[in-house]
């Protein structure tokens, strides 16, 4: 994803200017933008918290 650095005269045009570019970008932009910004830094790192949540339901569901 290219990173662009913007500057305006207020934060209303700030604002203004961010609300144009959301209306204009699709859905997988968007998402891909979240995800980037939530996304853990070292990825297997958040396999194994997530295993670690979803392993103890899955075994106790198999008795």
């Known amino acids: 994803m290219e990173r662009v650095v913007r500057t305006f ?3 209303q045009a700030a604002d203004e ?3 144009a570019r959301y209306r204009e970008m ?4 968007k998402l891909r933008i979240l995800l980037e910004l939530i996304a853990a830094r070292n990825p297997d790192e958040a396999v194994i918290q ?3 949540r979803v392993y ?8």
């Open 50 to 52: 997530r295993s670690a």
């Open 26 to 29: 699709s859905g997988n932009e």
């Open 17 to 19: 200017a961010d609300e």
């Open 9 to 11: 005269e207020t934060h």
């Open 56 to 63: 103890p339901l899955a075994q106790s569901g198999e008795s």
